[in-house]
């Protein structure tokens, strides 16, 4: 474990381009069905005058 900041954490070993795509991947679609809601709501806010 690497000491940083008086914190310790675990060692994390670099990602390849494949991995990197995979974890964008999951992000996106964890984050979808929020993000589709959301703007379903802001496109039915009243826009000010």
Same mark, same amino acid.
């Given at each position: *474990? /690497?000491?940083? $900041? $008086?914190?310790?954490?675990?060692? +994390?070993?670099?990602?390849?381009? /494949?991995? %990197? %795509? $995979? *974890?964008?991947?999951?992000?996106?679609?964890?984050? %979808? $069905?929020?993000?589709?809601?959301?703007?379903?709501?802001?496109?039915?806010?009243?826009?000010? +005058?």
């Amino acid at each position: *474990m /690497e000491k940083l $900041g $008086g914190h310790s954490y675990p060692s +994390v070993k670099p990602a390849t381009n /494949e991995e %990197r %795509r $995979g *974890m964008f991947k999951d992000i996106l679609s964890t984050i %979808r $069905g929020k993000y589709a809601f959301l703007n379903s709501l802001l496109i039915l806010k009243p826009k000010a +005058v």
